[in-house]
Structures are given as C-alpha cells and as structure tokens.
T-cell receptor
Framework: GAVVSQHPSWVICKSGTSVKIECRSL??????MFWYRQFPKQSLMLMAT?????????EQGVEKDKFLINHASLTLSTLTVTSAHPEDSSFYIC???????????????FGPGTRLTVL | QKEVEQNSGPLSVPEGAIASLNCTYS??????FFWYRQYSGKSPELIMS????GDKEDGRFTAQLNKASQYVSLLIRDSQPSDSATYLC???????????FGAGTTVTVRA
C-alpha cells in the first residue's frame, strides 16, 4: 500500500495563531489529496480536495480563507488553519489515492493524522 | 455528498464469535465500497474493498455487497480482542473521487 505521512502528529497552540500541517506521499506522486476533520465520537468529514498546481476545492460550509490549502508539488499538500480558535480543535487527517505503476488506484490511504488543540 | 448509514452500535461480541456490521447508501450510482478500521486516536486503515455484488473474503473478514438493495456488510469471523475498534463504511460515487463515510460502528470483543 501507499504511505502517507503527516507532520506534526500533534500541536497545541494559542487562540489566534496559525498552524500549518503537512501531508506527504512518501513513495508515490499524488496529484490529488484530501483533507478531513474528525471531532470526537464522530466520523470523518471531508473538508477539501487538494489539487496539485491549482486551487483546492472546498466542501460546503468550510471556510476557504480560514483553512488554506497549498499543493505545490506532487508529494506535498499543506493545510494552514489561520487564526485558530478552540472550536477548531480536532483531528485533521489527509489522504491520497495510491498508485500502482502509472495507474491511480481506487483506494484512499490515510496519513496518521494531526491532533490540533487550540487553547 | 452521498448519504451512508451504519448500524449505530456499539456492538459487543465474545471472543471467537462473528461480528456483523451493516451499511446502507443512498446513491444508486455508487461503484466502490470500502470498510476501514479505526483504532481510538488513530487514522483509518483499509480492511476491504468491494466492487461487485456478492461476497469477498480476506482472511477472517468477508464483505458482502448488494447493489439492488444498496447494502454492504462486513463480517468478522473468530473475533479477537485486537478487532476492537470503530469500523467505517465508505462509498465512492461514479462521478468523482470523493469518499462518503458512515458514522462508524464501534465493536468491542470481550475476552
């Protein structure tokens, strides 16, 4: 399977600061990555689709100016939570479709997640 | 997004028993179906994928798909304490790359 990494694995920040989370595909190139958010005892909610070299596509209700996504290379997407507030505290997970040879597979592989706590 | 529903659980089974998880979806055009396992505090990991009607077996796991009934299930045979986790049903539609997830069913296997 494909390997997706995230950094940092956890972060604590003060209210009003910005936090950047990195998502990397380690052994394959990912033109498309996805960012999810998961609150305790809830399922994954897709926030946005990150497209290499173009603007991200945000899901309804997700503020694009608050959650900045940059996908500048085929192996790296970043999510920046700007002016974070306690209600942004959550588990943020990225994913990418695996690649077999030159073929993009139908399986999404998830990074290990980043737990954000905003004080 | 497409709606995906799972039996709410929690589901508690004794060690060695069969755990049965159910999932229904609303989009008839859905083509790909997945079961992910998520341990507490961790991200989801893929257990099974299924695309055609019928059964698909992989070790102690069996996925079943019935597109006419818009139903997909997961059976865990010979349940082990290490199977205790939340199981997420995910569905991908025919026209995009997005996955829609159910709320998850938490399974506890009692030793």
């Amino acid at each position: 399977g494909a390997v997706v990494s995230q950094h940092p694995s956890w972060v604590i920040c003060k209210s009003g600061t910005s936090v950047k989370i990195e998502c990397r595909s380690l052994d394959f190139q990912a033109t498309t990555m996805f960012w999810y958010r998961q609150f305790p005892k809830q399922s994954l909610m897709l926030m946005a689709t990150s497209n290499e070299g173009s603007k991200a596509t945000y899901e309804q209700g997700v503020e694009k100016d608050k959650f900045l996504i940059n996908h500048a290379s085929l192996t790296l997407s970043t999510l920046t939570v700007t002016s974070a507030h306690p209600e942004d505290s959550s588990f943020y997970i990225c994913s990418a479709y695996g690649v077999s040879g030159r073929i993009v597979t139908d399986t999404q592989y998830f990074g290990p997640g980043t737990r954000l706590t905003v004080l | 997004q497409k709606e995906v529903e799972q039996n709410s659980g929690p589901l508690s089974v004794p060690e060695g028993a069969i755990a049965s998880l159910n999932c229904t979806y609303s989009d008839r055009g859905s083509q790909s179906f997945f079961w992910y396992r998520q341990y507490s505090g961790k991200s989801p990991e893929l257990i099974m994928s299924i695309y055609s009607n019928g059964d698909k077996e992989d070790g102690r796991f069996t996925a079943q798909l019935n597109k006419a009934s818009q139903y997909v299930s997961l059976l865990i045979r010979d349940s082990q304490p290490s199977d205790s986790a939340t199981y997420l049903c995910a569905v991908r539609g025919s026209n995009d790359y997005k996955l829609s997830f159910g709320a998850g069913t938490t399974v506890t296997v009692r030793a």
